[in-house]
């Protein structure tokens, strides 16, 4: 009998050891992200710290790697937590019913013009400007330009860094926006007259404001935060720029893969990421306006910016207009 109660409390003791195996791997959470290997080495840590005892995964993807990826996986996906995705690729897993109901999250901080939908909240929103190097147009005797008309200049010819549209988020950016403000046919003649200017269309956001620091050129469009970045770190003699059409912007979110909400732990990590932790994040990373009643401030950054109309910024729209762009 004795010999029967040993072995009853050994299966029980074995099956003990894998429940718990069994819970701490419930407790792992996979987080995908478009933002850039310091954000995510910073966040990685922020979430081991705050909740020791889970598990964090978080991979890096581009935007329209991580799109194709989620797309492609369904609800099948690894992926519990969605992070730094643009909103035009979030709308694209929204339709397919991917995401799911985060209408118990409160939305009540954001700027009500970044809510359209109850299945991702606002995470960040970076803006492009007109970007200058001081340097370059005092040594080159040419003056600032003060709209998209004075870039046609011929001073100006070979000294314009833009990104390509077709390439870059941001290149579709200030493409859009023009679309938007002007018109798409008086936009597309704008690019076409603009490509003499332009010294290289860059494959990157990031390449117009290095362009500008290495002055290869003298004006570039660009992202304001990197701009900032450059002359609070570097000391570059850099400055934005902005026009009577306003800054373009793209807007990124965060969301929970359907299905996953179900899991208490990443609901709760959930709401960690959207709360103190964002405003931190965007202070340090992306200080644009998101919050309704929460001005963030940043060295060097351009403050009451004027955002330029991105309305009808769907996937549908985009492809339809990169068919129209003028460059080869």
């Known amino acids: 009998m004795k010999k029967i109660i040993s072995f009853v409390l050994a299966v029980l003791m074995v099956a003990c050891v894998f429940a718990g195996c069994a819970s701490k791997e419930s407790k792992e959470i996979v987080i995908y992200s478009c933002a850039n290997d310091k954000r995510i080495a910073e966040m990685t840590e922020i979430l081991q710290a705050e909740f020791p005892e889970y598990t964090f995964v978080v991979e890096y993807q581009s935007t329209s790697k991580l799109g194709s990826k989620l797309l492609a996986e369904g609800e099948n996906t690894d992926c519990d937590i969605i992070h730094d995705l643009s909103y035009l690729t979030l709308d694209a897993l929204d339709a397919e019913g ?170 709760e990590v959930f709401e960690f990421l959207i709360g103190q932790f964002n405003i931190d994040a965007c202070e340090k990373w992306a200080p644009e306006k998101i919050f309704k009643d929460l001005d963030l401030e940043a060295p060097n950054f351009p403050k009451e910016i004027k955002y330029s109309d991105m309305s009808n910024d769907t996937t549908a729209e985009k492809e339809r207009l990169l068919e129209l762009w003028p460059i080869d």
């Open 98 to 267: 991917l995401l799911a109901d985060l209408s118990e999250f409160d939305a009540s901080k954001y700027d009500e013009s970044l809510i359209s939908t109850s299945t991702y909240l606002p995470e960040c929103r970076t803006g492009g400007g007109i970007i200058v190097n001081t340097k370059v147009l005092a040594a080159k005797n040419l003056e600032k330009p003060t709209s998209y008309e004075d870039l046609l200049k011929p001073e100006y010819k070979g000294l314009i860094s833009m990104p390509n549209p077709k390439a870059s988020g941001t290149g579709y950016m200030f493409y859009k926006s023009l679309c938007n403000a002007w018109g798409e046919e008086k936009a597309v003649e704008y690019f076409k007259q603009l490509a003499p200017n332009v010294l290289q269309f860059t494959e990157s956001g990031n390449g117009p404001v290095n362009a500008l620091v290495q002055e290869e050129v003298a004006i570039g469009l660009g992202m304001i935060a990197n701009a900032a970045t450059q002359i609070t770190e570097n000391g570059a003699p850099l400055e934005v720029l902005f026009f009577e059409e306003g800054a373009p912007f793209s807007t990124y979110g965060q969301a929970i893969v359907k299905g996953k909400e179900e899991k208490a732990h990443v609901k």
